[in-house]
């Protein structure tokens, strides 16, 4: 047994469970743990099985084109890795933004952060918590009376409606494509929902899909076009022409209603049917609270949603900045990331060659140079890894450390220290939440207390949407169509050399990219990302990652059935693919599940 | 298959164009908005890695035209153009690219709405190369963009579709700077920006 330094008692004495790759993620992941005869993991080894290289292929490039390439990285979080992109490039060159482009981006990003869960919650992490199949088993009628009693205000609940929506999953699942259903463990003990639970669930995975898709009008209004909306260094790419009529691309009345009518849609369905799934559901698995890592000791968030623009301070930032390190809630530290000595990435344990050991590096001066080789206690081959060795490099995720501490960053940290700062909004919603499910404060270090960050989140980024859209309007009322800075767009008003950092939470966690300019190009560009966080694996001083640190401790019903693993993994909604890069190597569907 | 034209027709490319080959879907929508005009009822989408996001141009086409990149086992830069109930599983066999959500998921996903396409074509490119992240077509996929667009022509002649030679709007294309010059003029060479992954990837290659 090893006692890490942050905390944890690592055993990797038990059975070996390899679970390739881990499903219903963006990006590709890779998950080993040793469980003991009582089938409770006793150690957890997380690796990202894809080379990164966005930074490289940026060198050289037109900064200002720079958000369109990061925007490429993922099919998720393409609108926040394109606002990290131009706030570090106008902070390296000293651009302002007009108080619109302030509000359209806040709109947007808090646009893409509801998008976002409500897309995460049901799409990729409510098949951990409902079994569709079993749904086929509900009476409607009894499945009406549920939904009324659960949510009295959501106007779709007859039996007539839940009868429909059985059939329609009857003749799927009958059709032989489970499709979205496949790779499940349906009769596994872990899911503990009733047929009329897992069918209003169920009915509301349909619903979300209609509403994720208006939802993204707003980046089509604003972005010019969606998919991979258009974004601008020094503010934001659309005109304002509020009298005009259906002029290309202008911002009109007729527009601003519409995203009016959007944001009303999204505050009827968060509070109608997100949040009361999450209390119907989590009411099912109050006893099941594993996972919490180290949510309870170190978290981190930069903060975001500027009240003004071009000022990033932490008192005027809606989503909270901090970091809490050992567990002390009572002490919430501010973070520099600037500083060298603050963010810092590592490569011991990851496959990059920094050229000497123990050694971290401040993302300005990051290094992408490959190094893939296996530890002596690897099994398997280097085309065919049986099993990892986690004592030697084991990743292609490197391991970030804020004054070397391994952080959990995403919802619940950004919750955790909203709730530690004693930022308003953030402590009435937790403390209402948990009276409600007649929970202690400490059942937010969970996997659960994850999931529920994330639907407290969506709730209040509505109201922050509306707070901001209505910003908007009185500014362009009072006469103000200003949505663009571009005194500084021409390369020869830059300086020669020039370094900058744009900050975001993206719905997933801490963003920030670091960008170094000479001569009118990137000279460096790195980022790093919030699963570079969550997913990182060790560190030279042994402290394990917050994934790594989640899965210790939890039970599992059959240690074949990763449904544990899963349910943890996805509380973090971990994207891989900006952290990491490539496919599998023989395209590779199925998680093979190795029990050794 | 309907016997009348499609009312709604969408041409999508899937990929990613910072993938190599990954990039056909994409760069064969780019080149079909350079020379061709199409009416009205007609969008051309550059759909890149986006998954569920395009679940609502799906649901506004009876009929689909997918340009992408597919693993067929055939040599590199055959072309092969399935149709309809066929599309799904070449498009899942094996998982080509980044899209995790896979074009195959949002294809299942329009279906349980009732709301998929009724005429599926698939235009798919085997590529040579995939693991050159940063990378552009290779030359054997990219002398396929143009039997590519034919093959595409075609297809929509049969739907009713008659483009006019011209230009198509570029709502849906990439920006700028992510065209497919202008990406590979400014594309560092694999010497300075390593470009590969690892040798899990490339067996034998260590």
């Known amino acids: 047994m090893v006692a890490t330094p942050n905390g944890f008692n690592l055993d990797n004495s038990g059975r070996r469970i390899v679970v390739d790759p881990v499903t219903r993620i963006e990006g590709h992941m890779r998950c080993e743990v040793n469980v003991d005869d009582q089938g409770v993991i006793r150690n957890a080894v997380s690796t990202g099985t894809m080379w990164r290289g966005l930074e490289v292929i940026l060198k050289g490039r037109d900064p200002r084109d720079a958000w369109a390439f990061t925007e490429r990285i993922c099919g998720v979080c393409t609108g926040t890795h394109a606002l990290t992109s131009v706030r570090a490039v106008e902070d390296a060159l000293g651009i302002t933004i007009p108080d619109n482009a302030n509000s359209i981006r806040n709109i947007m990003q808090l646009n893409l952060q509801i998008h976002d869960h409500i897309v995460h919650f049901y799409h990729l992490h409510a098949l951990d918590w409902v079994n569709p199949v079993n749904a086929l088993r509900a009476d409607p009628k009894a499945t009406s009376e549920l939904q009324q009693a659960v949510s009295p205000s959501h106007p779709m609940s007859s039996p007539g409606y839940f009868r429909d929506v059985q059939n329609r999953l009857k003749k799927f699942v009958e059709s032989g494509q489970l499709g979205l259903f496949k790779n499940g463990y349906w009769d596994n003990p872990a899911y503990l929902l009733t047929p009329e639970a897992d069918l209003m669930a169920t009915t509301h995975y349909l619903e979300a899909l209609d509403l994720q898709k208006e939802i993204v009008k707003v980046h089509t209004i604003f972005g010019g076009k969606n998919p991979h909306p258009n974004w601008l260094v020094g503010g934001v790419p659309c005109p304002i022409n509020i009298d005009g009529v259906g002029a290309v691309g202008a911002i009109n009345m007729e527009r601003l209603n519409l995203v009016s009518s959007i944001i009303d849609r999204c505050f009827e369905f968060v509070n109608n049917v997100y949040l009361p799934d999450v209390v119907a559901i989590g009411g099912f698995y109050k006893s099941w609270l594993y996972g919490g890592g180290l949510s309870s000791k170190s978290v981190l968030a930069y903060g975001d949603i500027p009240e003004h623009p071009n000022d990033f301070s932490a008192g005027q930032l809606h989503l909270p900045r901090g970091a809490i390190i050992n567990g002390n809630l009572n002490e919430v530290h501010d973070v520099d990331v600037r500083d060298p000595e603050q963010v810092q990435e590592f490569v011991d344990h990851s496959w990059y060659a920094y050229g000497e050991a123990g050694k971290g590096l401040h993302p300005w001066d990051g290094v992408t140079e490959p190094k893939y080789e296996l530890g002596p206690n690897a099994k398997g081959t280097r085309t065919n890894i049986l099993e990892l060795d986690e004592a030697a490099k084991y990743s292609w995720i490197k391991a970030p450390r804020w004054k070397g501490h391994a952080m959990e960053v995403g919802p619940l940290a950004r919750y955790i220290i909203g709730y530690a700062k004693g930022h308003e909004d953030i402590k009435n919603q937790v403390e209402g939440l948990l009276r409600t499910m007649d929970l202690p404060v400490s059942a937010l270090f969970s996997t659960l207390g994850r999931t529920a960050a994330r639907a407290l989140e969506a709730e209040y980024c509505c109201r922050l949407q509306k707070h901001f859209f209505d910003k908007l309007v009185t500014n362009i009322k009072n006469g103000d169509s200003s949505t663009a800075n571009v005194e500084k767009w021409e390369p020869r008003t830059w300086p020669k050399e020039a370094k900058g950092v744009g900050m975001t939470e993206a719905p997933r966690g801490a963003l920030g990219h670091w960008v170094k300019i000479k001569d009118g190009r990137i000279e460096n560009y790195q980022c790093v990302v919030p699963t570079t966080w969550n997913g990182s694996p060790r560190d030279a001083a042994g402290n394990i990652g917050a994934f790594e640190a989640s899965l210790l401790e939890t039970k599992m019903e059959r240690p074949e059935e990763p449904v544990e693993i899963l349910r943890t993994l996805h509380s973090f909604d971990p994207c891989l693919a900006c952290s990491t890069h490539v496919m599998s190597p023989d395209g590779q569907e199925l998680t093979t599940v190795k029990v050794r | ?206």
């Open chain 2, 1 to 206: 298959m309907p016997a009348s034209p499609p009312k709604r027709v969408l041409v999508l490319g899937i990929g990613n164009i910072l993938w190599a080959d990954e990039g056909f879907g994409p760069r064969c929508i780019e080149a079909l908005a350079e020379t061709c005009a199409f009416p009205d009822h007609v969008t051309l989408l550059d759909g890149g890695t986006q998954g569920l996001y395009l679940l609502p141009f799906l649901e506004q086409a009876d009929a689909l035209l997918v340009f992408d990149a597919v693993d067929y086992g055939l040599a590199p830069g055959t072309l092969l153009t399935v149709r309809d109930a066929e599309v799904p599983a070449f498009m899942g066999a094996k998982k080509m690219s980044l899209h995790q959500t896979g074009f195959q998921d949002v294809l299942a996903t329009a279906q349980l709405l009732g709301r998929c396409p009724e005429r599926l074509t698939l235009i798919g490119c085997q590529p040579a190369e995939l693991e050159d992240y940063g990378g552009s077509l290779r030359p054997v996929v990219a002398a396929q963009l143009a039997p590519a667009l034919d093959l595409a022509l075609a297809e929509l002649a049969a739907w009713g579709v008659a483009p006019l030679p011209g230009q198509s709007p570029v709502e849906g294309l990439a920006d700028a700077s992510l065209r497919r010059d202008a990406y590979e003029a400014g594309r560092p060479a694999p010497e300075s920006a390593c470009r590969t992954g690892d040798d899990r990837f490339f067996p034998g290659a260590a």
